[in-house]
């Protein structure tokens, strides 16, 4: 794969999902203002692949069969937006998109005896969040 250009834009949490975890207007501007400044990566930004026991917090992205749609009209958008920004500073394609999924593990914030999520015990993190 070829990258339009070096310039990467790193995952970053917005906190800006909906109450189902669905990508936000507000999300959505964030990722075609990632388009327009001409980025040869957008990387996007850590998405739960569950909604009870893998977010880090309510207002985290969650992907799943229901929004997928959603997801499908974001990316479709985001790549348009770069191909036609790219074009006009004179380069060609697109940028590449990537998604970190995320399982947050001791950090989640929905917790039950029905979700065990840690690899290791670390008795400073384990005490801190209250995990027995
Ligand atoms: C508000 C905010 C949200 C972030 N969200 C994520 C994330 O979802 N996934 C991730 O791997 N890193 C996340 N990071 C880390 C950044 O991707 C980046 O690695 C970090 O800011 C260090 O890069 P810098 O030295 O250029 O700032 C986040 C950083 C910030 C400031």
């Not at 970190?100 to 670390?122: C, I, K, N, T």
């Amino acid at each position: 794969m070829t990258f339009p250009n070096r310039i990467a834009i790193q995952p970053m949490e917005g906190a800006d999902a909906d109450i189902m975890g669905s990508p936000t207007d507000q999300t959505k501007s964030r990722y075609l203002g990632y388009a327009e400044g001409c980025a040869g990566i957008i990387w996007f930004e850590a998405c739960s692949i569950g909604f009870h026991q893998s977010r880090t917090h309510n207002k985290m992205l969650v992907i799943n069969e229901e929004n997928l749609p959603e997801f499908k009209i974001l990316v479709a958008d985001v790549k348009r937006r770069s191909e036609d920004t790219l074009s006009e500073i004179g380069l060609e394609g697109k940028a590449a998109l990537i998604i970190q999924l995320s399982h947050a593990g001791r950090y989640r914030v929905e917790r039950s005896p029905a979700s065990p999520a840690m690899a290791y015990r670390f008795p400073v993190l384990d005490e801190a969040f209250g995990i027995t």
